[in-house]
Antibody
């Protein structure tokens, strides 16, 4: 079955760029019908959608983060990535990658990675 | 986009039923039949429990059910079990996804 795994630095300095990668196994990222997503959870808080990408490269971002977020896809490696620029302590969170299932719109996130904690600190 | 409103906590005894509400607006919950619910145990990733308001993914017990009335969606868990104790989040399509603040379910 499809599995997702996040990877990347657990510590990022303020003002720098947070970079994470999600590797998809057990299925092809190019199979269509899914938007590949990033979602974060601040410590002790709720979930916040960051954005998602289709295998073709079409992206959608949370308006509140749009100016700092870039999501890209590498179909040859079956991976998609997140870059969040100009980070502050407020970006400290657990970052999840997830598969967004789509019929007309993305109606649910049916598979999640285990999550990776990213701390922003000098 | 404003987060959907959920009660911070609910509780119930084993065997009882509990309902968790998720209130939005006509621009999200009330405007689309794309409400999903997620269960999250401490230190774990969220798990999809309900999608499209009331559909259950394969493997989710039928003790979990979803519904919607106007701008409020609800998740009902019947026959509460100890392992149901977790945080629950709703999510609605609103042009893009928006989550609720989460509800902590305690099984007494």
């Amino acid at each position: 079955q499809v599995q997702l795994q996040e990877s990347g630095p657990g510590l990022v300095k303020p003002s720098q760029t947070l970079s994470l990668t999600c590797t998809v196994s057990g299925g092809s990222i190019s199979s269509g019908g899914y938007y590949w997503s990033w979602i974060r959870q601040h410590p002790g808080k709720g979930l916040e959608w960051i954005g998602y990408i289709y295998y073709s490269g079409s992206t959608y971002y949370n308006p509140s983060l749009k100016s700092r977020v870039t999501i890209s896809v590498d179909t040859s490696k079956n991976q998609f990535s997140l870059k969040l620029s100009s980070v502050t302590a407020a970006d400290t969170a657990v970052y999840y990658c997830a598969r967004g299932s789509m019929i007309v719109v993305v109606n649910a996130f049916d598979i999640w990675g285990q999550g990776t904690m990213v701390t922003v600190s000098s | 986009q404003s987060a959907l409103t959920q009660p911070r906590s609910v509780s119930g005894s084993p065997g009882q039923s509990v309902t968790i509400s998720c209130t939005g607006t006509s621009s999200d919950v009330g405007g689309y039949n794309y409400v999903s619910w997620y269960q999250q145990h401490p230190g774990k990733a969220p798990k999809l429990m309900i999608y499209d308001v009331s559909k259950r993914p394969s493997g989710v017990p039928d003790r979990f059910s979803g519904s919607k009335s106007g701008n409020t969606a609800s998740l009902t868990i019947s026959g509460l079990q100890a392992e149901d104790e977790a945080d629950y989040y709703c999510c609605s399509y609103a042009g893009s996804p928006v989550f609720g603040g989460g509800t902590k379910l305690t099984v007494l």
